[in-house]
Nanobody
Framework: QVQLVESGGGLVQAGGSLRLSCAAS????????MGWYRQAPGKQRELVAS???????NYKDSMKGRFAISRDSAKNTVYLQMSSLKPEDTALYYC?????????????WGQGTQVTVSS
């Protein structure tokens, strides 16, 4: 079992930046990938970005260039640096953990952190 605790959400103006953090604890040896999903009101949950422990990253196309995912292996923490934020980025952002093999599989979810972008 992996526990995930997110932080760093908040209210920001359009064009601004935020950095989300997610600290993992528990059975770290059972995972080799972490990432971020988001869910906006009335919309389906969608992948934002993911990273495996070898450094391979994966982004939703619309996030490339504005969002950057990184990992601190010593702290078992993954970060999501978000810049040039838009009102449509407003959502609940969830940290996830799981496996990257031939695909990305996530079975541990955090509680979520709210990001609100004002126009």
């Amino acid at each position: 079992q992996v526990q995930l605790v997110e932080s760093g959400g908040g209210l920001v103006q359009a064009g601004g930046s935020l950095r989300l953090s997610c600290a993992a604890s528990g059975s770290i040896s059972s995972i080799n990938a972490m990432g971020w999903y988001r869910q906006a009101p009335g919309k389906q949950r969608e992948l934002v970005a993911s990273i495996d422990f070898g450094g391979i990253t994966n982004y939703k196309d619309s996030m490339k260039g504005r969002f950057a995912i990184s990992r601190d292996s010593a702290k078992n923490t993954v970060y999501l640096q978000m810049s040039s934020l838009k009102p449509e980025d407003t959502a609940l952002y969830y940290c996830v953990a799981g496996k990257h093999d031939r695909g990305w599989y996530f079975n541990s979810w955090g509680q979520g952190t709210q990001v609100t972008v004002s126009s």
